[in-house]
């Protein structure tokens, strides 16, 4: 006969539950992201030497960073960019672009949000992320694309630009936001 030790389960420590992303946090992304490709579809001038464009779709990746975070950065960043780039017949570039973008967001986002926020790690951020994102799509385009050196480097202005204007408008959008709905963003 068995004893009544024996018979009984050993405990055994339960599994943590699962974290999932809340439905919320799902629909803020996916509302950016479109904000993202929107902004970034509207605002096409097309740099025909590298079949590249600029946009202000930029705006809203630092504004997804700035505001909510690494996380919605390189997401919104990434998958709004790159979504741009397929409506905009450019889809060769949308493996880069969620790469170039979606590093953009995140760097902008991890610094700025190290630095609590302040104005030095806001323009860090963005520094830090633009310089990810040109450097990004200059080699990809030298390397991957067969663009050339010449035309990759052409390119480089027009990116720089883009970051210098995009940066200051998403950081002005989250600051007047943040002011004026101060729970609406974290941090």
């Not at 323009?123 to 994102?133: K, N, R």
Request: charged share 10%.
């Amino acid at each position: 006969m068995e004893s009544q030790a024996e018979s009984e389960p050993s405990p055994v420590a339960s599994p943590e539950p699962a974290k999932f992303v809340s439905p919320k946090t799902v629909a803020l992304y996916g509302i950016l992201a479109a904000l993202t490709a929107a902004i970034t579809i509207a605002s096409y001038l097309p740099f025909s030497p590298t079949k590249g464009y600029f946009n202000l779709g930029d705006s809203m990746v630092f504004f997804s960073a700035l505001a909510f975070g690494c996380r919605a950065g390189a997401i919104c960043g990434g998958v709004g960019s790159a979504a741009a780039d397929v409506l905009l017949g450019a889809g060769v570039y949308a493996p880069v672009t969620l790469v170039a973008k979606g590093g953009e967001g995140f760097v902008a986002g991890l610094i700025s949000r190290s630095g609590r926020g302040k104005n030095w790690a806001v323009v860090l951020g963005i520094a830090a992320g633009g310089a990810l994102m040109i450097t990004t799509y200059f080699m990809a385009e030298w390397l991957f694309l067969d663009v050339g050196f010449g035309k990759a480097l052409a390119e480089v202005p027009i990116n720089v630009a883009q970051v210098a204007l995009g940066g200051t408008i998403g950081a002005g959008l989250t600051h007047l936001i943040r002011k004026s709905y101060p729970s609406l963003l974290k941090g």
